[in-house]
């Protein structure tokens, strides 16, 4: 007996996976490339002779980040699900080569980069992102009792911090515990990390007051007013430029701010920048952007129809989610300074090339749930 298909509406058009997932995103990176070129363009034009330089490289590491989104879209998620383990070490031990001296790079006194000729890359990015992809096979492989479920995921997430704690990378290193730790307690809950986070409470301090450079940081984070030219120099000028924006902004362009006033403008502080030139109403505009796409995340977690696939989602999100917090927090002195991109929007290439190989991935999954059918236009929000 032959059925007869349901004929399609005048609102519905043939779509493989939630299409906000990659409009939001790729609105978000031309807007991002927008304020590249404001935040950079005094700067590059006084070192490069053009004030375009650094938005025109954006631009084409976004082009990049497109290809490699199709790449991931076209990888079947049981590729992941089988090779998981060995991509997960292969980016561990290219996150060691970061500390080799003839190939990584050392910047500001931590050796994050690897360098091919003229190319660099953060090789952190990609390891946070395998590690998800590993860990989401770990916790759902079999019904563990939580305790032995707990000391594999610390397993899975110490190995992976320990090149990042050589270079070191400590803002790598939090988002990466914590992306480890949000994936376990979705399972099984937050009784044991709670108990490992008190443990670690004496360690933790011992750690941030061993080292000159941690105790600025925290010093500059308590009271930046103390040492306003040194140390909290850079926290301050970023609440200048918030306090400038009030609530419309000065404009596009018209930032005093990125006049070599605030350091590292176009990336850690290109939020501050977007506050001073569009006001609160642009900055809500941009946390208003991260929540609609974190409810249509939270959509396709829902409809999850295995558990691999929605640890993979809720994983993956959090790894673009917990940078963006971290990001906002520092420069609103919420928290400490960690030196972490905000996604999409910041200067950097291994950052934005990352975070959407996890967007087409999320589309990978958007696709397998809705089994290649239709998508409601008018229902999708």
Known sequence: MKVRSKPKKKHEVACFFDVWLAVIPLLL?????????????????????????YGIKQIKWLLVSLISLGVMYSIPISFWRRWSAFLW?????????????????????????????????????????????????VICQTDWDPRK?????????????APLLLQPDIGSTLILVAVGMGMFIMKYGWKYPLMLLFALVVPMMIFIFSAAYRLRRLRA????????????????????????????????????QKLQYLPAAHTDFIFAICAEEFGLLGTLTIVGAFALMTWRVHLLWLQANEEYLSFLIFGLWLSILIPFFINIGGVTTLIPLTG??????????SAILATWMKVGLLLRCSADIKGRGTLNMRSSF
Do not use: C
Not at 95 to 116: C, E, K, T
Not at 236 to 251: D, K, R, S, T
């Open 29 to 53: 990176s031309l807007f991002g490339i927008i304020m590249i070129i404001s935040a950079s363009g005094y700067f590059s034009l006084k070192t490069f002779g053009s004030p375009w330089t």
């Open 340 to 349: 972490k991109a905000m996604p999409f929007l910041s200067y950097g290439g």
């Open 221 to 256: 984070w308590l009271n930046p007013w103390q040492d306003p030219l040194n140390e909290g120099f850079q926290v301050i000028q970023g609440l200048i430029a918030f306090a400038n924006g009030g609530f419309w902004g000065v404009g596009l362009g018209r930032s005093l």
């Open 149 to 161: 479920a707990f000391a594999r995921t610390i397993g899975v997430i110490t190995v992976s911090a």
């Open 89 to 137: 070490v292969m980016a561990i031990l290219l996150s060691f080569v970061a500390l080799m001296p003839f190939l990584g790079m050392s910047v500001g006194g931590s050796s994050r980069w690897i360098r091919l000729g003229p190319f660099s890359f953060q090789p952190s990015e990609l390891l946070i992102f395998l590690m998800v992809v590993h860990l989401s096979k």
